[in-house]
């Protein structure tokens, strides 16, 4: 067995409640330090690259999807278990050829995959959730893994609504996906979906030739992974109510309904592996109304191994109310600052689909309060992302859609808004 990291669980909130308040708002940070080290045995692994080969992908696409896969298989280290699947409207093992089991890495394997991914050609049509489904199968022969797939694709999803659904419902929290979505013809929506059902993330690689360096940069993320499935255990008092668990950094992840009951007042939420690593999440419990001076365990939150039951780090989250408005009115910073990141990602979203139906009124003053709020923040890039998209008259303040729009400037800020950038320091 290899080092295990050290995990440290810390609460950011302010506890004091005005009597007639009802919601306790806590920044639940979780990192981990420490873990493998190259004298140490690394945890064993299991890894499916999936690359869209349907006809779309034809000339240019094709051939950096091949360097990119195969980029991919020599990013990983020795004895990982590994798989590569072609996608059209169907799902194929192109290798190892024929075999429905992962095989070792190593360099034989290596130069085998790399012969297999070179005879990759583009045709037929696009059905992710068969993708999936196979990855899905494969990778389940390694329970104990920490298992990862990765997927990329250039078009829309062929399959309908209900069956995509159906088969992410099926395989959510049976293994991490990351996707990545080229060229201009593909929907963020739809690896959205992937991303929120596998704990996963989603990007648009704007240009071609960068796509190996993605595909190096997630499977080395994967391969630093070292404990395989934890979960945040939350539990609230009978007369509470939990409203939501969500992801807030690095990326922003609804788990609320991921709920797997432990007990009537206790759920876990998957979190997925983890390697070195910080990683942060709010919480919302709504409590009864109590007297003045009161204080009470409004949550109590441990990060746990759901198949040991071990506590590997845990924390309170506290309510006592006040008549001092002082105390009661005041932020926490964290709090603010990720509900602030949460509502800037909604107002894009808003935005972007008010404008693709052309409701302008809507677009317009959704994206131009997206825009302030971004440069409030500190996101400057996503700042600038969407000045390309609406026009603010700095003068009068009054905003416009701009009319010519870059289609890649729209997926950048379409994906991009899920990123969150952390607090500043004091100082900084």
């Not at 201009?184 to 071609?208: C, H, I, T």
Request: proline share 3%; glycine share 8%.
């Amino acid at each position: 067995m290899g080092e295990q990291p050290t995990f440290t669980l810390t609460i950011d909130q302010n506890k004091y409640l005005s009597t007639d308040a009802r919601d306790v708002h806590a920044i639940l940070t979780v990192s981990s330090t420490g873990g493998v080290t190259t004298q140490s045995v690394a945890a064993e692994a299991a890894e499916v690259i999936i690359i869209d080969t349907s006809g779309s992908m034809s000339g240019s696409k094709i051939r950096e999807a091949r360097q990119a896969a195969t980029t991919a298989v020599h990013t990983l280290r020795d004895g990982v278990y590994f798989a590569v699947i072609a996608g059209t409207e169907r799902a194929k093992v192109v290798y190892p050829g024929g075999n429905t089991n992962l095989v070792k890495a190593s360099p034989a394997t290596r130069a085998e995959a790399e012969r297999a991914i070179s005879r990759l050609s583009a045709h037929g049509g696009t059905a992710m959730g068969e993708w999936l489904k196979l990855a899905g199968h494969l990778l389940s022969a390694h329970p104990s893994a920490i298992r990862h797939a990765l997927l990329m694709t250039d078009g829309q999803n062929n399959e309908r609504p209900e069956v995509f659904a159906s088969v992410l419902a099926g395989w959510s929290g049976k293994f991490v996906c990351d996707s990545l979505g080229i060229g201009e013809d593909w929907v963020p929506a739809e690896l959205r979906k992937v991303a929120e059902a596998m704990l996963g993330s989603f990007d648009y690689v704007r240009n071609q030739g960068d796509l190996s360096e993605f595909f190096r940069r997630l499977t080395q993320t994967s391969m630093s992974k070292t404990v395989a499935e934890l979960a945040l255990r939350v539990w609230v008092p009978q007369t509470a109510t939990l409203k939501f668990v969500k992801q807030v950094s690095p990326t922003l992840l609804d788990l609320t309904g991921k709920r797997t009951d432990v007990n009537p007042l206790t759920g876990d939420y998957p979190t997925g592996s983890w390697g070195t690593e910080e990683r942060e999440y709010h919480i919302c419990v709504e409590v009864p109304p109590g007297q003045i001076g009161h204080e009470i365990r409004a949550g109590w939150v441990k990060l746990v191994r759901p198949d040991t039951q071990e506590v590997l780090a845990s924390g309170n989250v506290l309510a006592q109310w006040t008549d001092d408005l002082a105390q009661s009115t005041r932020i926490n910073g964290k709090v603010a600052h990720y509900t602030g990141q949460a509502e800037l990602h909604e107002l894009i979203q808003d935005g972007l689909s008010a404008r693709a139906m052309g409701d302008v009124d809507t677009a317009t003053a959704r994206l131009a309060k997206a825009q302030q709020l971004a440069a409030q923040s500190g996101r400057e890039d996503t700042a600038r992302l969407l000045e390309k998209v609406v026009e603010v008259d700095p003068a009068t303040g009054t905003a416009r859609l701009r009319r010519n729009v870059d289609k890649a400037d729209e997926l950048e800020l379409d994906t991009g808004s899920v990123r969150t950038s952390r607090l500043r320091k004091e100082g900084n």
